[in-house]
């Protein structure tokens, strides 16, 4: 629902003040309505009385009136586990013979209060809404209103793995043994192979499960793993290390004049990657520029996760930066290394462990103001990965400020039961039109079930209801399982929060 300002208060309350006369005028002629009488059943405003020993700033939670459908309600639900049983109320109204507050009660019987004689009454929202009804000063205008104290049946800031998590990958390989999938201009493009037939799917909405597969001939030695993207073109090697490209979403490939053994990412047009010596050293190098310098011996040669690529305030140039990985020697690395346009170094100073071909991928976090205003941060999370002892890992890790710091996740962020560990996967994220009536192809799985908004259902008929909304998934593609096969499945995941309906 809309939070209306003072001018659509007045507006709605006239609507329903000619509604009003109208049916009176219908049903009998004579009883005609004082036009200030209808503003005196109007809630002006509504407020939960400070409480500290419930919840800090409990008298600065907002709360919306909605004139329209006679309802009142706080469009930020509080904390997950906030006592609503007994809190303390404020109102004003313009001038009411009848303020009654009536709460159902845990025997069945229903328990009023009469807001006029007795504000200080701590009223009992857990048992849902309780009703206020009002009644003019003149006794000729009633009006009922629902008032609500969300409060969340989970936390709200956790990724929470959906209840319509899974579906197949996108291709027509039955057996596959190689899948990838990278962003390409604003589409998931996914590549399958066995190694004799290979197929790539486009699509722009891998909400809707809707996409185009097409049968390709890869080239000789296609490393599919390898695909990268830049903001023209996709990317990838063969097993000799020669660089190939394509600029029709991989259905056609042609060889340029440049070698790389493992391709990091795209930088702009650029791309970034190493190139292997024939004395075993590895050098950095770049298309179209060339070789610019030698790796140091603690930094990724291979297996790292997609780069991550950001513009920030405080840089010029756009920083590209990957996790993990595995060094010269083979082992493991445990740090983000990032390029800044100049030259690469390690930015993580601790937090995370040491493995090759974990997902590295930005996403979202929420934080809460002092008055309860939730405001959405930016986050990074990593996980999965082959460690040292060849075990993989399963911890969601996170960091706020852009790589250098992290922490495991919290209990929520964890990845469920019901979602392999994996390595090697790729991880997408698509902002894409979520649907409350469209038909999923997604397959449930056995995990807790999705909260929903505890808001109440906008009925209003001046304003068409909210049917679909733009929400961020992310989407893990391919990848290695424990067990040594290859994940054919598509999991997805999101904030709590992005899955609950817009309040209109």
């Given at each position: 629902?809309?939070?209306?300002?003072?001018?659509?208060?007045?507006?709605?309350?006239?609507?329903?003040?000619?509604?009003?006369?109208?049916?009176?005028?219908?049903?009998?002629?004579?009883?005609?309505?004082?036009?200030?009488?209808?503003?005196?059943?109007?809630?002006?405003?509504?407020?939960?009385?400070?409480?500290?020993?419930?919840?800090?700033?409990?008298?600065?939670?907002?709360?919306?009136?909605?004139?329209?459908?006679?309802?009142?309600?706080?469009?930020?639900?509080l904390p997950l586990g906030?006592?609503?049983?007994?809190?303390?109320?404020?109102?004003?109204?313009?001038?009411?013979?009848?303020?009654?507050?009536?709460?159902?009660?845990?025997?069945?019987?229903?328990?009023?209060?009469?807001?006029?004689?007795?504000?200080?009454?701590?009223?009992?929202?857990?048992?849902?809404?309780?009703?206020?009804?009002?009644?003019?000063?003149?006794?000729?205008?009633?009006?009922?209103?629902?008032?609500?104290?969300?409060?969340?049946?989970?936390?709200?800031?956790?990724?929470?793995?959906?209840?319509?998590?899974?579906c197949a990958f996108p291709?027509?390989?039955?057996?596959?043994?190689?899948?990838?999938?990278?962003?390409?201009?604003?589409?998931?493009?996914?590549?399958?192979?066995?190694?004799?037939?290979?197929?790539?799917?486009?699509?722009?909405?891998?909400?809707?499960?809707?996409?185009?597969?097409?049968?390709?001939?890869?080239?000789?030695?296609?490393?599919?793993?390898?695909?990268?993207?830049?903001?023209?073109?996709?990317?990838?090697?063969?097993?000799?290390?020669?660089?190939?490209?394509?600029?029709?979403?991989?259905?056609?490939?042609?060889?340029?004049?440049?070698?790389?053994?493992?391709?990091?990412?795209?930088?702009?047009?650029?791309?970034?990657?190493?190139?292997?010596?024939?004395?075993?050293?590895?050098?950095?190098?770049?298309?179209?520029?060339?070789?610019?310098?030698?790796?140091?011996?603690?930094?990724?040669?291979?297996?790292?996760?997609?780069?991550?690529?950001?513009?920030?305030?405080?840089?010029?140039?756009?920083?590209?930066?990957?996790?993990?990985?595995?060094?010269?020697?083979?082992?493991?690395?445990?740090?983000?290394?990032?390029?800044?346009?100049?030259?690469?170094?390690?930015?993580?100073?601790?937090?995370?462990?040491?493995?090759?071909?974990?997902?590295?991928?930005?996403?979202?976090?929420?934080?809460?103001?002092?008055?309860?205003?939730?405001?959405?941060?930016?986050?990074?999370?990593?996980?999965?990965?082959?460690?040292?002892?060849?075990?993989?890992?399963?911890?969601?890790?996170?960091?706020?400020?852009?790589?250098?710091?992290?922490t495991n996740a919290g209990?929520?962020?964890?990845?469920?039961?019901?979602?392999?560990?994996?390595?090697?996967?790729?991880?997408?994220?698509?902002?894409?039109?979520?649907?409350?009536?469209?038909?999923?192809?997604?397959?449930?799985?056995?995990?807790?079930?999705?909260?929903?908004?505890?808001?109440?259902?906008?009925?209003?008929?001046?304003?068409?209801?909210?049917?679909?909304?733009?929400?961020?998934?992310?989407?893990?593609?391919?990848?290695?399982?424990?067990?040594?096969?290859?994940?054919?499945?598509?999991?997805?995941?999101?904030?709590?929060?992005?899955?609950?309906?817009?309040?209109?």
């Amino acid at each position: 629902m809309k939070r209306y300002n003072p001018l659509y208060l007045l507006f709605f309350a006239f609507c329903g003040l000619v509604a009003f006369t109208a049916c009176n005028d219908s049903d009998n002629g004579d009883d005609i309505v004082d036009d200030s009488a209808e503003f005196a059943v109007m809630v002006k405003t509504f407020s939960l009385n400070a409480d500290d020993s419930i919840l800090s700033n409990l008298d600065q939670v907002y709360f919306s009136i909605d004139l329209n459908t006679a309802t009142v309600f706080n469009a930020d639900s509080l904390p997950l586990g906030t006592r609503v049983d007994s809190l303390g109320v404020s109102m004003t109204f313009s001038s009411v013979s009848v303020a009654d507050i009536t709460m159902p009660g845990s025997d069945g019987k229903d328990t009023v209060v009469n807001y006029l004689e007795s504000t200080s009454h701590a009223i009992d929202f857990s048992r849902g809404y309780v009703s206020l009804h009002l009644v003019s000063a003149n006794e000729k205008v009633e009006r009922d209103y629902r008032i609500f104290v969300n409060v969340h049946k989970m936390k709200p800031d956790s990724l929470a793995w959906g209840n319509a998590s899974w579906c197949a990958f996108p291709t027509t390989i039955s057996d596959p043994s190689a899948l990838h999938a990278v962003d390409f201009a604003g589409k998931a493009v996914c590549f399958a192979t066995d190694g004799s037939s290979s197929t790539v799917a486009v699509s722009s909405n891998p909400a809707n499960n809707d996409w185009q597969v097409s049968q390709v001939t890869l080239p000789a030695g296609f490393v599919v793993n390898s695909v990268i993207a830049t903001s023209d073109a996709l990317y990838a090697r063969d097993g000799n290390d020669n660089l190939l490209k394509s600029t029709d979403c991989g259905l056609t490939w042609t060889s340029v004049d440049a070698k790389m053994s493992h391709l990091y990412g795209g930088y702009g047009t650029t791309v970034l990657g190493v190139l292997r010596q024939s004395d075993e050293t590895y050098s950095y190098v770049s298309y179209p520029e060339g070789i610019s310098g030698a790796v140091l011996s603690s930094a990724p040669v291979e297996a790292t996760s997609a780069a991550v690529t950001y513009v920030s305030e405080w840089s010029v140039e756009p920083m590209l930066m990957v996790f993990g990985g595995k060094n010269a020697a083979g082992q493991p690395v445990g740090a983000v290394w990032a390029f800044d346009g100049s030259g690469w170094a390690a930015i993580s100073s601790s937090g995370l462990p040491a493995v090759a071909g974990p997902v590295l991928v930005p996403y979202f976090s929420f934080k809460s103001g002092d008055n309860w205003v939730v405001t959405r941060q930016t986050a990074l999370l990593a996980f999965g990965g082959t460690q040292a002892d060849g075990t993989l890992s399963r911890t969601v890790y996170i960091s706020y400020d852009r790589g250098a710091n992290w922490t495991n996740a919290g209990e929520l962020m964890q990845l469920p039961v019901g979602i392999p560990t994996l390595s090697g996967a790729s991880a997408l994220v698509f902002e894409n039109t979520i649907s409350s009536r469209a038909a999923s192809a997604w397959r449930s799985i056995e995990l807790p079930v999705m909260s929903q908004w505890l808001s109440v259902k906008n009925v209003s008929k001046g304003v068409k209801p909210i049917e679909s909304w733009e929400c961020p998934y992310i989407y893990l593609f391919g990848g290695t399982a424990d067990s040594g096969e290859i994940n054919t499945r598509v999991w997805r995941g999101v904030i709590n929060r992005l899955m609950f309906k817009p309040l209109q």
